[in-house]
């Protein structure tokens, strides 16, 4: 049996491919965060237009008055989706916002390695403070990014009862005329 021998040179050590993963992992949580920001863009689109809409349509359903005034049956539908549209789009903008501007490698980390005890330090070590550095980095990334997936379904999911009582208060118009 042949005994284990210390690696030689950086080619014969796992660290450099170990650094590799960390970094597309990161590159992935990157791109997930800016996929879940265009999400939320378009909540707060989509529900701004249906509010738009049904502000619209409440003006078309009593245009035929002089007061401006909702038939009773539509006034529940009509708040409710209202309410729920306008709530779905804050948590969308909420999903935009920068949660936190340290999702990224800590500048001192940078200042330190850049001092002599880690310039001249072996690559090995270097190699492995700074994935250990990248490492601390994405499980903060993953964190923020599982927080915006909540709240965007939250978004959508307020989003779908909100065009759920929009049909209603059609579905009611409709059946009063």
Do not use: Y
């Not at 245009?63 to 989706?81: E, M, T, Y």
């Not at 935009?96 to 330190?112: F, G, W, Y």
């Not at 379904?153 to 009611?172: F, K, P």
């Amino acid at each position: 049996m042949s005994e284990a021998r210390p690696p030689e040179t950086s080619q014969e050590i796992s660290g450099p491919e170990i650094v590799k993963l960390i970094e597309k992992l990161l590159d992935d949580e990157r791109s997930a965060r800016a996929s879940a920001q265009t999400r939320g863009l378009a909540v707060i689109t989509t529900a701004g237009t249906l509010v738009t809409l049904l502000l619209a349509f409440a003006a078309l359903a009593t245009r035929r008055q002089a007061v401006f005034a909702l038939p009773s049956g539509l006034k529940v539908p009509v708040v409710l989706a209202s309410v729920l549209l306008v709530v779905s789009a804050i948590i969308g903008l909420a999903a935009n916002a920068p949660l936190r501007k340290t999702v990224e490698l800590d500048v001192s980390n940078l200042e330190k390695a850049l001092s002599l005890d880690c310039w001249d330090a072996a690559p090995r070590d270097v190699i492995r403070g700074i994935a250990h550095d990248q490492a601390e980095v994405l499980v903060d990334a993953r964190r923020l990014n599982a927080f915006r997936a909540r709240m965007l379904i939250s978004a959508i999911a307020l989003e779908i009862a909100g065009i759920a009582c929009t049909a209603w208060a059609v579905i009611a118009l409709v059946a009063a005329a």
